[in-house]
């Protein structure tokens, strides 16, 4: 029994455009679909994750999603929105980064229970790499005419462009290749449906016309809105590039903050796109927003719910942890049992100073650590002042003139945070 996915897609605000007849032929019992990823890192990133969401409600409507690796096309680039060629991969490469997706997809897509609608996993280099030119040429191209192709809009853009050198012939046959794939997984695996982003629907509808041209078959096309961020900058970007889904790249504690610093306008619209919960929550999520936005009701489940999903519970737990750090609320206890990495990141661009453990070992007294050996705080003097008004703590605990830093106070054996007032923070680094 299949439920509607088409009908989901539209309250979530994850439909663009959809070819006639694609939901009545979903209705009819279970299909497949596929959605092509570009391999060419060994990583998912958030950009990806709308695609990856479209395959994921597919498969909980009852249907079989196909997540297809884009080996061969990704050694040619695809124009779409795209200024310049993409750099070709090596076969060692590609494999290296299909086994990463294919981990990552795990945790959205179920490929390996026994039920009909298992996930596949494929890559189109595997039926590509033996078909040569004039096979192809004879076989697809002579179905597709050039004044068909030049019609898209991802080609008339390119070639409208006055700053572009051209297209070459390898990107401008992208579409064919892409088209192909939807061919071969309507014959291999009874595929009838391509799912992508609003600016593949002319690679995705050249797809289903090979279908019909070739097999005289019926392909459908379904495409999702691009993502974008209220105050017109590019979603899915910081200023230190990509949010990945790999811990290695991006680490959950940041993923986490990505979504927590989201505005308002965009958690409202994120929630829907990528969580799995239903209607009545998000409207009585949103409800509860609009009543106390300063509490941040949204972006939290938001953040809570997708890093659960791309990491761990256990990941969350360590990102929320770090971030009561931050804004004053954890404990001594907490503080000390942040790792290296994570107390960097919590901290990045606090001010600093480097001691040396021989620095420590009879016990740095409180005016050198504040004022004369940091600069923390600008003379002997205030450091006194503060510290007798009682507004001065180390790792979190409040101390007094008399108080000593020691070995002992190191936090992953590395670090010492002062703190002056709620937010005034300074890390001693000790090397």
């Known amino acids: 029994m299949v439920s509607n996915f088409v009908e989901e897609l539209q309250w979530r605000g994850m439909l663009h455009d959809i070819m006639p007849g694609t939901e009545e032929h979903l209705q009819e019992g279970m299909h497949s679909a596929y959605v092509g990823i570009d391999p060419t890192a060994d990583s998912l990133h958030i950009g990806h994750l709308v695609g990856v969401m479209m395959l994921r409600h597919f498969q909980r409507a ?21 200024s310049a060629e993409r750099n070709l991969l090596d076969e060692t490469t590609l494999r290296h980064n299909q086994e990463a997706l294919k981990s990552q997809l795990a945790r959205f897509l179920d490929f390996d229970s026994n039920a009909d609608n298992a996930a596949i996993l494929v890559n189109n280099y595997d039926w590509m790499k033996s078909f040569s030119f004039l096979d192809f ?51 291999s695996h009874q595929c009838t449906l391509q799912m992508g982003g609003s600016d593949q629907w002319g690679n995705i509808t050249t797809g289903t016309e090979l279908i019909r041209r070739i097999d005289g078959g019926k392909g459908f096309a379904l495409t999702c809105p691009l993502i974008t ?28 903050q990505y979504w927590m610093n989201t505005s308002d306008a965009d958690a409202e619209k994120y929630i829907k796109i990528f969580t799995l919960l239903g209607r009545d929550e998000i409207e009585t999520l949103v409800a509860e927003h609009s009543q106390a936005p300063h509490q941040r009701a949204l972006q939290r489940r938001l953040a809570r719910e997708i890093t659960t999903m791309v990491h761990s519970r256990e990941d969350l737990e360590r990102a929320e942890l770090a971030s009561e750090i931050l804004f004053g609320k954890a404990t001594a206890e907490a503080l000390k049992a942040l790792d290296q990495a994570t107390f960097m990141e919590v901290f990045e661009g606090v001010p600093q100073a480097r001691l040396s453990r021989e620095d420590l070992a009879d016990g740095l007294d409180m ?61 001693l680094m000790v090397d």
């Open 62 to 82: 009852g249907h079989r999603p196909i997540a297809l690796v884009g080996g061969a096309t990704g050694m040619i680039g695809d124009p779409s929105g795209k």
């Open 137 to 187: 040429i004879r076989d697809v191209g002579k179905h597709i005419t050039v004044n068909y192709m030049m019609a898209k809009d991802s080609v008339r853009k390119r070639l409208s462009e006055e700053s572009n050198e051209g297209m070459s012939f390898t990107e401008f046959s992208y579409q064919l290749v892409q088209g192909y794939d939807f061919l071969h997984l309507y014959r």
């Open 229 to 256: 961020k209220a105050d017109g900058t590019k979603f899915g970007k910081t200023e230190s590039g990509n949010v990945w889904l790999d811990a290695g790249r991006t680490s959950p504690y940041k993923f986490y």
């Open 367 to 427: 005016i050198a650590a504040l004022s004369a050996r940091t600069g923390f705080l600008k003379s002997n003097g205030e450091a006194r002042r503060e510290l007798g008004q009682n507004a001065i703590s180390v790792n979190k605990n409040k101390v007094d003139e008399a108080y000593r830093i020691t070995a002992d106070d190191l936090i992953s054996d590395r670090f010492v945070l002062l703190q002056r007032g709620k937010k005034n923070y300074f890390v």
